[in-house]
């Protein structure tokens, strides 16, 4: 249950040991694609210059992609490993466990905020038209949070949200029914879920 700090990314378990075998940059830059590190200057670059106005908040800082390769010694079910520091969210992760016991159906999977669960009313709904979700509960999500199902199947991410709606930056590739929950997805921790006491090698693709 020891962290360890390498290349400026700390690694946490809750349970069991880490131990980082390779940490690979990809010096690809951010995705292309990716605006929120222009929030903290009004958004709006490219296109106009105003984003460059002067701000009391700062932006996102964005990280280039890593290819890490750690050992996760003798982490115990429903076990978690969380990274922090030089990083913002874990885009893949792949496992292979280790010994003869170990299964052939690695169970590690990208935890879910449960806490932060909204659990829908009646009225709430997706719609697959626009985006959007409607109801009449409060909202205590954040802007570029992700959600998901509780089994992970994604649903979207927030462009915007007020105390009763909110609107995802596209259209949501699951249809999500009346009185059903929301969470929200930790970009940054793993958890093991296989049941038992294992040790694995996971691959993980960072940025």
């Known amino acids: 249950m020891v962290a360890i700090t390498k290349r400026q990314i700390t690694y946490t378990p809750s349970a069991g040991q880490i131990h980082v075998m390779m940490d690979l940059p990809l010096q690809g830059g951010v995705d292309q694609d990716e605006t929120q590190w222009l929030d903290g200057f009004g958004g ?38 969380t990274l922090s520091g030089s990083c913002t969210d874990i885009v893949h992760t792949s496992a292979q466990w280790l010994g003869d016991t170990g299964s052939l159906d690695p169970e590690i999977m990208q935890s879910i905020v449960t806490g932060q669960a909204v659990d829908m009313a009646a009225h709430w709904v997706i719609t697959d038209a626009v985006g959007i979700v409607d109801g009449t509960a409060s909202v205590t999500h954040a802007e570029h949070d992700v959600l998901t199902t509780v089994e992970g199947a994604h649903i979207g991410t927030i462009k915007e949200f007020t105390a009763t709606s909110i609107t995802l930056t596209e259209v949501p590739p699951v249809q999500t029914n009346d009185n059903v929950a929301l969470y929200v997805r930790t970009p940054l921790v793993l958890k093991n879920v296989s049941g038992t006491t294992e040790s694995v090698v996971l691959m993980m693709l960072v940025v």
């Open 44 to 81: 709006s670059y490219p296109g106009s210059l105003t984003g460059f106005k002067a701000s009391n908040s700062d932006g996102s800082n964005k990280f280039n992609p890593r290819l890490i390769v750690a050992k996760w010694s003798n982490a115990t079910d429903n076990a978690t490993l």
